[in-house]
């Protein structure tokens, strides 16, 4: 061999002896130091996340978490879920043990809370989780280590789950924060537990007919394609507190303001008239405010008798009050014709010669007619005694009555005192207004409490 070939191939040799040192050292830098490796099965009671630290924060290589080489778990499964379940063998869209007996499935509801009742919609809302249970043979799996195995919404939508619904429901949904509020776990054995987080709006036929001392039951159906309902009742009694605050204290005031008027001077009109107005407008204020909260029902509520036998109340204090202006218009009308009459009769002084039982009165003008019926007896000596000028205003009348005429106008105003003394109405009104009101709130309270 030439001279220059051998020296050709010494220096090939000798690089490669450099590459190759090269590469070792390399090699021996980015390796991890010795025990650092752990196997599988030390590796599986550690956690999901690992927080290396905070930004900013120094964290020497050897320490950190990424410096060490982690083994995914799920990849040393040899046989995935989908396989262990053996989904892809059976046809899930059909029911376990198809063409034989009906599935027996439990179902357990647990109420998380009531949100909502609504007696205008008839309707109540409620949170609550609903699950199921039921064995499926086909989900099973052999296993000696996992009791059960749990998984999320994704599997439900592979395999058969029990067609139950709510009947009667207006409005229902499924929770999705942060994920579907779903669970599915399955056992060994095939049995399976499914459960979810539901917040349903199903209606309620309530009776209104005692409100609001009433109680309701408000009943929560579930049903199945099999035909089998499983019904779950829920009795609700309403707190009277709130409506003895809104309803029936501002009703009451009322009907006790209304009977002020039977104290005030029959005389002063506009302080009558605008209590009585006053008190009729607010009881029609709550009437529409207490309907406007409720359903339109056709038969009468317990609340509706309160407020309207109150209402009566006070519209009867109004009318009380009319039938006396009235009767004192009357009698101040009758007053003044009878001035007019004595003034005119003063006037003529009519002849009372021959006639019996001649008396004579005194009159200022400010008389009655039954001052007038009851004359004490005066003669015209005893009238000419007195001075006449001390009395000027006063005027000497010779009223001649027969006893027949003047017992029977004493008769007839006696029947109709009670109607002409419109103080009595007022008097009487005191009484029996406050006791009528009474004796309905005995009876009221005994009847529906």
Not at 73 to 83: A, F, I, L, M
Not at 299 to 304: E, L, Q, R, S, T
Not at 369 to 392: F, H, P, W
Request: hydrophobic fraction near 40%.
């Amino acid at each position: 061999m030439p001279r220059y070939t051998r020296v050709l191939l010494l220096v090939l040799c000798v690089s490669l002896i450099g590459e190759c040192r090269k590469h070792r050292s390399r090699k021996k830098r980015w390796s991890a130091p010795a025990g650092t490796h752990k196997p599988a099965k030390e590796l599986a009671g550690t956690p999901d996340t690992v927080v290396i630290g905070r930004p900013g924060s120094e964290t020497r290589m050897e320490d950190s978490p990424l410096s060490k080489k982690v083994v995914d778990g799920t990849k040393s499964r040899k046989v995935k879920t989908s396989h262990l379940l053996r989904i892809d063998e059976h046809d899930f869209t059909m029911r376990p043990a198809f063409a034989g007996p009906a599935v027996p499935v439990g179902v357990d509801v647990q109420v998380e809370s009531l949100d909502s009742i609504s007696e205008v919609d008839m309707d109540f809302t409620m949170t609550l989780y609903l699950r199921h249970y039921w064995k499926d043979e086909r989900l099973a799996f052999p296993s000696a280590t996992n009791k059960s195995m749990t998984f999320d919404g994704r599997l439900v939508k592979k395999i058969w789950v029990p067609d139950v619904f709510f009947v009667h429901s207006k409005r229902s949904f499924i929770h999705d924060t942060t994920t579907d509020n779903i669970m599915l776990r399955v056992f060994p054995d095939g049995h399976v537990l499914y459960s979810l987080r539901v917040t349903v709006t199903a209606a309620c036929n309530m009776d209104f007919s005692r409100f609001p001392l009433d109680s309701q039951t408000c009943t929560l159906e579930l049903e199945s394609c099999w035909y089998n309902r499983l019904y779950i009742n829920f009795t609700l009694r309403r707190h009277i507190f709130f409506f003895l605050l809104q309803t029936y204290f501002p009703a009451t005031l009322m009907v006790m303001l209304s009977w002020v008027s039977f104290w005030i001077d029959r005389r002063a009109v506009p302080a009558r008239v605008s209590l009585g107005i006053t008190t009729v407008l607010t009881m029609s204020t709550i009437i529409t405010g207490v309907n406007a909260s409720m359903p339109r029902v056709s038969y009468i509520k317990a609340v509706d008798i309160y407020l309207w036998v109150s209402f009566v109340f006070v519209f009867l204090s109004v009318l009380e009050y009319a039938a006396v202006n009235y009767l004192t218009t009357l009698r101040d009308g009758k007053d003044r014709k009878l001035r007019e009459k004595v003034k005119e009769q003063s006037q003529t002084l009519p002849c009372t010669c021959g006639m019996p039982h001649t008396k004579t009165m005194m009159l200022d003008g400010t008389y009655s007619e039954e001052d007038a019926n009851s004359l004490a007896g005066y003669t015209r000596a005893s009238m000419v005694a007195e001075d006449i000028s001390d009395k000027q205003e006063q005027m000497v009348v010779h009223l001649s009555l027969d006893n027949e005429s003047t017992g029977t106008k004493k008769k007839g105003i006696r029947g109709f005192r009670i109607i002409q003394n419109t103080h009595a109405i007022d008097t009487y009104s005191r009484m029996i207004f406050p006791g009528a009101y009474i004796l309905f709130n005995l009876i009221y309270w005994c009847v529906y409490c």
